[in-house]
Nanobody, 121 residues
Framework: QVQLVESGGGLAQPGGSLTLRCAASGNVFRISDMGWYRQVLGKQRELVATITRDSSTTYADSVKGRFTISRDDPNNAGYLQMTSLKSEDTAVYYC???????????????WGQGTQVTVSS
């Protein structure tokens, strides 16, 4: 069994910072691409940032220059550092990753359960 678990969400003031963590647990052999998505109730889930195995990154235009995605492969984890937060960043943030489990030769796509980020004064 492989699971992705997000943590680090919460309440932040406008202009503030939060760092989200995504940890993969279970029989993980290899993590390929990782990404962070967010969703506001009633709207489609949107891509925030991605990072490849060799640490190439992409960002949504709305977060460029404010958010930084990174990964910690020895610990099967990924991070999303969020700075200069705005009210429009309020959403549930989801981690996504392509993971090759220890029992398989093929990677599978996994989602975390989500963590709420609220930006409000």
């Amino acid at each position: 069994q492989v699971q992705l678990v997000e943590s680090g969400g919460g309440l932040a003031q406008p202009g503030g910072s939060l760092t989200l963590r995504c940890a993969a647990s279970g029989n993980v052999f290899r993590i390929s691409d990782m990404g962070w998505y967010r969703q506001v109730l009633g709207k489609q889930r949107e891509l925030v940032a991605t990072i490849t195995r060799d640490s190439s990154t992409t960002y949504a235009d709305s977060v460029k220059g404010r958010f930084t995605i990174s990964r910690d492969d020895p610990n099967n984890a990924g991070y999303l550092q969020m700075t200069s937060l705005k009210s429009e960043d309020t959403a549930v943030y989801y981690c996504n990753a392509d993971i090759t489990p220890g029992w398989s030769v093929r990677s599978r796509n996994y989602w975390g359960q989500g963590t709420q980020v609220t930006v409000s004064s």
